[in-house]
Each structure stands twice: as C-alpha cells, then as structure tokens.
C-alpha cells in the first residue's frame, strides 16, 4: 500500500492565483482530513470529509474549499492564493473518528509570494 | 494560550543519552492522547496512544506516561539514536459540541548529535 500520497511536494503561486493539492489514499478509510501546519505551531485542521460526498469545515476553512467524489481522493482548493496561506499542507486518513491513527501524508509547501 | 503545551521546544542531546518531553493540556473533556514523530520534511507518525484509564504505554525505547487528574504527560526516550532526531508532537482528543476533535501540541524538536 502507498498509504496516503500528495502532489505536489512543493510549489510557489503568485498571489491571486488559484491550484489544487492532491491527497489520495489507498486504505479504504473513510475519513480524511486537511491540516495546515505553519512554523511553530500546531497543526490546523482546514476541512475534513467522514465519507465520499461529505465534507465539513474544520477550525481554518477559509480560502479553502474541498470535494469528495470518491473514498480514495479528496483535492483541496485554494482560490486566490494569499501569503498567510503560505505554509505546509498535510492530508490525513483515518479508518473513522474513533481512536484509531490517523495517517499523514509527506506534506505539501507552499509558498505565496 | 495554546490549550495543548509542550515543553521544551526544543531540545539537543548525545546520542545513548535519555530524554523526557513534556505535554500539559487543558481541554476537556478528555478522551484520549497520542505521540506523534515528524521526522524532518515528513508528515506525522503515531508513536503511542494513551485513554482515560492507563497511566504507562511503552514502544520500543518510547514511553509514555499520563496523569489524567493533572493533565500532564510524558514521553521518555531512552538510549536515544540519531534516528531520533525529529519533532514530537502530543494531540489530545477531545469531545466539542458531540463530535470527538483533536487539538495539536506544536511539537518539541529532538536533535540526537553524535
């Protein structure tokens, strides 16, 4: 198994520019998750799906939007790029909201300048 | 003020030595406390779970201890090795508005030096 996967590893955007962060998983969990994770802080957790078709915002959604078409793919969007979205994206999948682990992708840095 | 502390922030020791990183949270209510290993430009691995109801966890030369009446936990590292070098990170789950959320600690960064 890959695991959780994401593209792309890094990336600059000027601001105002719109992408798509890909997260993919292949353990059949049920629940995904986006964090953002800026310099010494905790994680933050941007959107997050229990199922394909629901999505629900986390404590930082906005600039963010999301889509769960299929269990294995949820994208997350970001619109008009801005530097304090500047930071590194991390997707996450869990089994469901239990204790089980939630497992992390390699992360994605983005830079707004 | 974070509601999931660490101390330190960050921490450099010799290798074979042991350590131990602190975790103080304050919310509530309580359902369980996870380490977690970033290793440099990584994303997160869970290294041990704590419930309500165990005081000790052990992992390999990974402990991990929690007092639920304080608020407090610990992970010791012993006879570390460079492959430990890397940020921890202690999450709290807790219950908000009927829906079990997880409040991140920003993490201690361990550097093991030979």
């Known amino acids: 198994n890959a695991g959780v996967t994401q593209t792309p590893k890094f990336r600059i955007l000027k601001i105002g520019q719109s992408m798509t962060l890909q997260c993919a998983q292949d353990?059949?969990?049920?629940?995904m998750y986006w964090y953002r994770q800026d310099p010494g802080m905790g994680l933050k957790l941007i959107y997050y799906?229990?199922?394909?078709?629901?999505?629900d915002k986390g404590e930082v959604p906005n600039g963010y939007n999301v889509s769960r078409s299929t269990t294995e793919d949820f994208p997350l969007r970001l619109e008009l790029a801005a530097p304090s979205q500047t930071s590194v994206y991390f997707c996450?999948?869990?089994?469901?909201?239990?204790?089980?682990?939630?497992?992390f992708g390699p992360g994605t840095r983005l830079t707004v300048l | 003020k974070n509601q999931v502390e660490q101390s330190p922030q960050s921490l450099i020791i010799l290798e074979g030595k042991n350590c131990t990183l602190q975790?103080?949270?304050?919310?509530?209510?309580?359902?369980?406390l996870r380490w977690y290993k970033q290793d440099t430009g990584r994303g997160p691995v869970s290294l041990t779970i704590?419930?309500?109801?165990?005081n000790t966890k052990s992992n390999g030369r990974y402990t991990a201890t929690l007092d639920a009446d304080t608020k407090q936990s610990s992970l010791h590292i012993t006879a570390s090795q460079l492959s430990d070098s890397a940020s921890y990170i202690c999450?709290?789950?807790?219950?908000?508005?009927?829906?079990?959320?997880?409040?991140f600690g920003s993490g201690t960064r361990l550097q093991v030096q030979p």
């Open positions: 975790c103080n949270y304050t919310v509530s209510p309580f359902s369980n």
């Open positions: 353990m059949n969990h049920n629940y």
């Open positions: 999450v709290v789950r807790v219950l908000v508005a009927g829906r079990r959320a997880l409040t």
């Open positions: 704590m419930t309500f109801s165990e």
């Open positions: 799906s229990v199922g394909a078709g629901i999505t």
């Open positions: 996450a999948s869990s089994h469901d909201q239990g204790p089980n682990e939630q497992f």
